[in-house]
């Protein structure tokens, strides 16, 4: 199984991923209320997919009227960049 194509490593633009298997925008509408912040269970759900070789993010809404669901995590307010950190730094802790 290790052998199959999907573990073989790949150029994407600059970067080389680990491996094909990519996990794609999910939403999941866990951030933290009030004000909508990625937390540590979000940190938790993208650390434990960080074997990946590319991953993509649910949808992180720019300014509050970008929010097309509700608990969807922002990226606006500095507590929320903050939360996103959080997630950024678990992935890049196992290698994603
Ligand atoms: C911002 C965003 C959020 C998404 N959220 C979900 C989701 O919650 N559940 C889901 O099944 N697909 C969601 N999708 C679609 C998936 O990422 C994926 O494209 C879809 O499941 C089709 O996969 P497939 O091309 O392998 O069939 C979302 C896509 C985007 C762009």
Redesign the pocket.
Known sequence: MTQSELFKTTQLGPYTLKNRIVL?????SRSSQPGNIANDLMATYYRQRSGAGFMVT??TQIEPRGQGYAWTPGIHSPEQIQGWRKVTDAVHAEGG
């Open positions: 794609p925008p999910l939403t999941r649910e949808g």
